[in-house]
């Protein structure tokens, strides 16, 4: 089973509908959270951070965080065409030695004109 | 500010060759990170080097092998190249090291070599 699990869609929904993504972990170490969009032949861009549980807003997107259920999600709002890419979810223990980021699989999201 | 740059961007191998891919991080990063990325295994740590040294490494076999320069620029090389090797590696750059209980250092991704064993 992999560390972080998340959905590979693909999502296609109309311009204006709000978007639903999600990730499921299984390292109740992890404490940073974060979401990056991938465009089609570019690398990753961090979009939100968020830090334990809670809320994060900024302009159209929310991300949530639910420590005690290991499940963290990002809302669009009134997507756009423009939004439409791959959107990956990572994760991290800050007090393991390695440092590294673990990621989810990614979700592949297409918004209709 | 330029952003982070990787060459080359494309590149086809046969089996058994082997190949020295390049990351220039932004300027005044001292950290980079390196990961594989595949559609099926998505994003998997490679490794990352501050200050020309490298503070971990993921699970990948000794053929994966990497090193920074004082100039914070990176190389990886993989050696032997299997089928499997093919995928977009990436490079990205951060201002420090990850640190241990701190918060998390935001990294910044370059475009990608996309890498194509034949």
């Known amino acids: 089973q992999k560390e972080v699990e998340q959905d590979p869609g693909p999502l296609s929904v109309p311009e204006g509908a709000i978007v639903s993504l999600n990730c499921t972990y299984s390292n109740s170490a992890f404490q940073y959270f974060m979401w990056y969009r991938q465009y089609s032949r570019k690398g990753p861009e961090l979009l939100m951070y968020t830090y334990s549980s809670g809320n994060k807003e900024d302009g159209r997107f929310t991300a949530q965080v639910d420590k005690s259920s290991k499940y963290i999600s990002l809302f669009i709002r009134d997507s756009q065409p423009s939004d439409s890419a791959t959107y990956l979810c990572?994760?991290?223990?800050?007090?393991?030695?390695?440092?590294?980021?673990?990621f989810g699989a990614g979700t592949t999201v297409t918004v209709r004109a | 500010k330029a952003g982070v740059t990787q060459t080359p961007r494309y590149l086809i191998k046969t089996r058994g060759q082997q190949v020295t891919l390049s990351c220039s991080p932004i300027s005044g990063h001292r950290s980079v990170s390196w990961y594989q990325q595949t559609p099926g295994q998505g994003l998997q740590f490679l490794f990352e080097y501050f200050s020309e040294t490298q503070r971990n490494k993921g699970n990948f076999p000794g053929r994966f092998s990497g090193r920074q320069f004082s100039n914070s620029r990176s190389e990886m090389n993989v050696s032997t190249l299997e089928l499997g090797d093919s995928a977009l590696y990436l490079c990205?750059?951060?201002?420090?090291?990850?640190?241990?209980?701190?918060?998390?250092?935001?990294?910044?991704f370059g475009p990608g070599t996309r890498l194509l064993v034949l």
């Open positions: 990572a994760m991290r223990d800050p007090f393991a030695g390695d440092y590294k980021l673990s």
């Open positions: 990205a750059s951060s201002l420090r090291a990850q640190g241990f209980g701190a918060a998390q250092e935001t990294q910044y």
